[in-house]
């Protein structure tokens, strides 16, 4: 059973920075795309950032490009986000997502391509 499991949320001011971080089981994730995603209240899940297995493909929102980084060990099946200069806006569960087996080299931005999920990590920016 595939399991996604995410950490590293938390409260913080505006300007501050988090890392998140979220560890894969039950298949290997080495070979495959992984993603972040993010969901504010009253809103719907949106696309944060995703990596290639080998990150020769990393794409992220307009919304996050120069200040979120998207990382990963594939020794230790982990994926990261160190997010930077938080914005208030930035305010959302933040959830891993990983490709189904066999899934494309890199399977986009939509979130009904990632059938696994992560139970989601909260982050909050106070401005």
């Known amino acids: 059973q595939v399991q996604l499991v995410e950490s590293g949320g938390g409260l913080v001011q505006a300007g501050d920075s988090l890392r998140l971080s979220c560890v894969g089981s039950?298949?290997?994730?080495?070979?495959?795309?992984m993603g972040w995603f993010r969901q504010a209240p009253g809103k719907e899940r949106e696309f944060v950032a995703a990596?290639?297995?080998?990150?020769?493909?990393?794409n992220y929102a307009d919304s996050v490009k120069g200040r979120f980084f998207i990382s990963r060990d594939n020794a230790k099946d982990t994926v990261s986000l160190q997010m930077n200069s938080l914005k208030p806006e930035d305010t959302a569960v933040y959830f891993c997502?990983?490709?189904?087996?066999?899934?494309?080299?890199?399977?986009?931005?939509?979130?009904?391509?990632?059938?696994?999920w992560g139970q989601g990590t909260q982050v909050t920016v106070s401005s």
């Open positions: 997502a990983a490709p189904p087996v066999g899934a494309p080299y890199y399977p986009g931005t939509a979130p009904s391509n990632y059938p696994y």
């Open positions: 039950g298949q290997s994730f080495t070979s495959y795309a």
């Open positions: 990596s290639t297995w080998n990150g020769g493909t990393v």
